[in-house]
């Protein structure tokens, strides 16, 4: 089945800018955790630090890996 084109009627916390902030910062929460995956499989020890301290200043993460 192909994805469609158009959101859904209801769909609008989709559309750009309608966003809640809580949405918005569990994205970057999840961005800030897939980099440091990487840097983490690369070795880069001061990426990965840096990127430790972005995700706490973010209020980290509350939830078991893989839920």
């Known amino acids: 089945m192909a994805y469609p084109t158009s959101p ?3 769909s ?3 559309l750009p800018g309608r966003g809640s902030r ?3 910062s ?3 929460l999840e961005k ?3 980099a440091l995956a990487v840097a983490l499989t ?3 020890t001061t990426r990965t630090a840096w990127l430790r301290d972005q995700i706490a200043a ?3 993460n509350h939830e078991e890996p893989g839920t």
């Open 8 to 10: 859904s009627p209801g």
């Open 12 to 14: 609008s916390s989709h």
């Open 22 to 24: 809580a949405d918005a």
């Open 26 to 28: 569990e994205h970057q």
């Open 32 to 34: 800030l955790e897939f």
């Open 42 to 44: 690369r070795g880069d």
């Open 58 to 60: 973010l209020g980290g």
